[in-house]
């Protein structure tokens, strides 16, 4: 069984819509969450951490349910920039390991 | 300030020859990860280094892989015997000490023909 889930997708949604991806993961030791975002053929970029009281920067909101081993993103007021592949991160907890989702991939439209 | 930069960007090597891949972390940075992505795939943990140590390699496909790190900044990845199956990009990252924030690099791409 992978570490983290995902589906890849992918979502294509019209600007100004609201998008959710749910991730999850299977060790329920895991330390740490995070949501980071991938341009094509680019490096992967930290877009938020994700703590159990979930939490919030401007229109992406991220949440944890350690009881059911899923995090979410919700994205609101989609813009074309947010176009990318979102991965889902999980670390062990030892916290040394860090285990990447297949990513979901996301397509604003006009 | 300057970020992750590994070198070179893309290899191309035949099947059975050896590779070095480089990774210059950010100034600082005490812990670096190496990671690999296949093409639709998520990066796959290979190592990690804090310091000039080997804090875990459990993430290595086999003993054709090695990694060092002699001085505790740059490191690199060595790929023994190449295999086709071993084409993808090779990411870094680092972070800082008591932080797990990553920065990563812009990858080398790794073609094994």
Known sequence: RKEVEQDPGPFNVPEGA????????????????FWYRQDCRKEPKLLMSVYSS??????????????????SLLIRDS??????TYLCVVTTNTGNQFYFGTGTSLTVIP | GAGVSQTPSNKVTEKGKYVELRCDPISGHTALYWYRQSL???PEFLIYFQGTGAADDSGLPNDRF?????????????????ERGDSAV????????GSDTQYF???TRLTVL
């Open chain 1, 18 to 33: 609201t998008v959710a991806f749910n991730c999850t993961y299977s060790n329920s030791a895991s330390q740490s969450f």
């Open chain 2, 105 to 107: 690099g812009p990858g």
């Open chain 1, 54 to 71: 979930g939490n919030e920067d401007g229109r992406f909101t991220a949440q944890l349910n350690r009881a059911s081993q899923y995090i």
């Open chain 2, 66 to 82: 090695f990694a060092v790190r002699p001085e505790g900044s740059v490191s690199t990845l060595k790929i023994q015997r190449t």
């Open chain 2, 40 to 42: 639709g795939q998520g």
């Open chain 2, 90 to 97: 090779y990411l870094c990252a680092s972070s800082r000490r």
């Open chain 1, 79 to 84: 813009k074309l920039s947010d176009s990318a």
